[in-house]
């Protein structure tokens, strides 16, 4: 198990959900808003979909042992459309991500165990006078790993 394997293994994940866009392992920036938009657009729509590990907590255990509990946050911005509805076709979407990591608490094995993913925020937010779905999730996973003393 490792940090890396981790985090693939979410990118995997959110990439089977229908409807998710383009799923980045790392947070994207760009000092250029039209370039961070590109990075974020999936079939002619701005759907991005960002991988962040925040924090890890370590603790030992007995020897050679050591649990490490990371915090994934998962960030996203959705082309806003209130024609479309597009604020219903989000809200699906993050439903769709809770079900489809709701059975997978090992992440097909790269993981001891996880918590369920949490929908920290949902917003709306303004970017380059454009407005955008927004929303942050949280996944802390429990990996396992050796040392020697």
């Not at 959110?14 to 799923?23: A, D, R």
């Not at 000092?31 to 907590?57: C, P, Q, V």
């Amino acid at each position: 198990m490792s940090e890396v394997l981790i985090r693939a293994q979410i990118k995997t994940e959110l990439e089977k959900v229908s409807g998710i866009g383009v799923v980045h392992t790392y947070e994207r920036y760009s000092r250029s808003l039209a370039e961070l938009f590109e990075l974020m657009t999936k079939s002619s729509k701005i759907n991005g979909w960002m991988i962040h590990r925040a924090s890890t907590d370590s603790k030992r255990e007995t020897l050679p042992l050591v649990d490490r509990y990371h915090t994934f946050k998962i960030t996203a911005i959705y082309e806003l459309d209130d024609a479309a509805a597009s604020e219903v076709t989000f809200q699906a979407i993050l439903d769709a991500i809770f079900e489809a990591f709701k059975s997978k608490n090992t992440l097909n094995g790269t993981a001891l165990d996880s918590e369920p993913i949490n929908i920290d925020s949902v917003e709306t937010e303004e970017y380059g006078n454009r407005l955008f779905h927004t929303a942050v999730l949280t996944l802390v996973v429990h990996e396992r790993t050796t040392y020697t003393a």
